[in-house]
């Protein structure tokens, strides 16, 4: 496979911060193998991971060897601040059933299998770091970077020196030993030249390079890309939920696709070069197009399209598009029977509901006594007789009129019915 410049690529995708110099020399002399951590602490990665993700998956692209570390080890000391509710202290089970999620959703993005000279690998630090002590780990490791250096990191001292700082922990001030010694046993065993990460990831990169030059006897790379935030100030990967996740149990593909259909025009011409394979030519007529009619947001929907299809594939972004022309467009009852009960309550979320027996559905419920008293969506029966006069009640999408009796062949996925007033007043009946 010819090699592509990765730097070059990065740089007009808006992805690069930091780069060591000569590291583009360095790659475009032969296939070279590269790294970047991932925290193993959940069962599925989310969209804050898409980042280094899409690193790796582009350094593979331009024909070098990207390895996926799961820091199994760091995973056990749980996160060193004690800041975080997030990484919590996790027994080896627990972190080996994480890698392997997570390396289900890495394939998504990274070859491991084809047997091509540049497939990916996976790595866990744990697994040459268990036997490690911690007396072997001072002295084999620790003698060789002076207490100075660690000090003039300035994750060290924005840590020692911020006003509501409590001071830092002996296991965060060596955190950057234990990344730094990661790097220098890739680069031994696995000739891994390079680390990538975020941007404030440059300290505990750059102690692992200087690990290599001492220890090793030779030299690694570093490249950072940009924290990635929002045109507004807030993080990104964040939704009301909390994190978007690419497990669709935890985070359904309609909210998935939800979350980069909403981003805004800013966010949407930065995101596509960051978090597509799209080429160059084709991202750059998009923005074009897009800017000459901002309306159809253009840009949002084959951001969303490109990203749902990559991490769920083609048909569950299909039925997020038909999930979302639901609220949108012109939809029938079957449309609404297609969706599952996640779906279903994901595209309703926040819609008022009641609750019905089933026995009252199976006797046929009249839709007066369904819209009023049954469950309160109006107030009387005067009102609903009104409202389906005026033709504004539909059952499951569908206009109804006064003597119309809710049966169980209404019911979505044997449990659900929706009643509209007008175009956007909704309420569900659930069947219980």
Same mark, same amino acid.
């Given at each position: 496979?010819?090699?592509?410049? &990765?730097? =070059? ?27 970047? %951590? ?5 069962? #599925? ?26 820091? %199994?080890?760091? $995973? ?15 027994? *080896? ?6 890698? =392997? ?43 060789? !970077? ?20 409590? $001071?830092?922990? &002996? ?48 030299? $690694? ?17 964040? #939704? ?11 985070? #359904? ?12 025009? =800013? ?19 998009? !923005? ?35 999930? #979302?022309? !639901? ?48 469950? %309160? ?5 005067? *009102? ?17 009129? *006064? ?10 996925? %044997? ?18």
């Amino acid at each position: 496979m010819s090699l592509k410049n &990765f730097v =070059e690529e990065l740089t007009w995708r808006g992805m690069i911060h930091d780069v060591m110099p000569e590291t583009e020399a360095h790659l475009m002399e032969s296939m070279r193998s590269a790294y970047i %951590g991932f925290d193993p602490t959940a069962d #599925s990665l989310h969209i804050g991971n898409l980042v280094p993700i899409m690193l790796l998956s582009f350094y593979q692209r331009c024909g070098h060897k990207p390895y996926a570390l799961v820091g %199994g080890a760091t $995973g056990m000391i749980g996160d060193p601040s004690g800041k975080s509710s997030e990484r919590n202290l996790l027994d *080896e089970a627990t972190l080996r059933h994480n890698q =392997e999620c997570v390396r289900a959703q890495l394939a998504q993005f990274l070859d491991f299998s084809s047997g091509a000279a540049n497939e990916a690998v996976l790595v866990n630090n744990y697994d040459w770091m268990k036997e490690f002590s911690f007396l072997d780990f001072i002295r084999d490791v620790g003698k060789h !970077i002076t207490v100075n250096y660690m000090m003039a990191k300035d994750s060290v001292k924005s840590r020692l020196t911020g006003e509501s700082s409590d $001071g830092m922990s &002996f296991t965060e001030f060596t955190y950057q030993l234990v990344q730094g010694y990661d790097f220098l046993h890739l680069y031994k065993n696995h000739s891994c030249t390079l680390q990538m990460g975020g941007s404030d990831q440059w300290g505990n990169i750059t102690t692992g390079t200087e690990l290599i030059r001492r220890i090793g006897g030779g030299k $690694g790379y570093a490249l950072t890309c940009p924290l990635i935030t929002k045109s507004d100030g807030s993080k990104f990967g964040k #939704s009301e939920g909390g994190n978007v996740w690419l497990d669709a149990n935890r985070t #359904s593909p309609y909210k998935f696709y939800q979350y980069w259909l909403n981003t805004s025009d =800013e966010d949407a011409a930065k995101y596509i070069k960051i978090f597509t394979f799209l080429e160059r030519q084709t991202i750059e007529d998009l !923005i074009e197009s897009h800017q000459e009619a901002p309306h159809t947001r253009l840009l949002q929907k084959r951001l969303a399209e490109e990203v749902t299809t990559t991490v769920h594939g083609a048909e569950e972004l299909e039925k997020a598009v038909q999930a #979302s022309s !639901i609220l949108f467009g012109r939809s029938t009852s079957e449309d609404l029977k297609k969706l599952d009960a996640k779906t279903f309550l994901d595209v309703f979320d926040g819609v008022p509901q009641a609750e019905v027996a089933l026995s009252e559905i199976e006797n046929g419920l009249d839709i007066i006594s369904a819209l009023a008293e049954v469950t %309160g969506f109006l107030k009387s029966n005067g *009102e609903a007789r009104r409202a389906l006069k005026e033709n504004s009640i539909s059952v499951n999408k569908e206009k109804v009129q *006064e003597g119309y009796s809710i049966m169980t062949a209404d019911l979505i996925n %044997g449990q659900f019915i929706l009643l509209q007033r007008g175009k956007k007043n909704y309420f569900i009946i659930k069947v219980v």
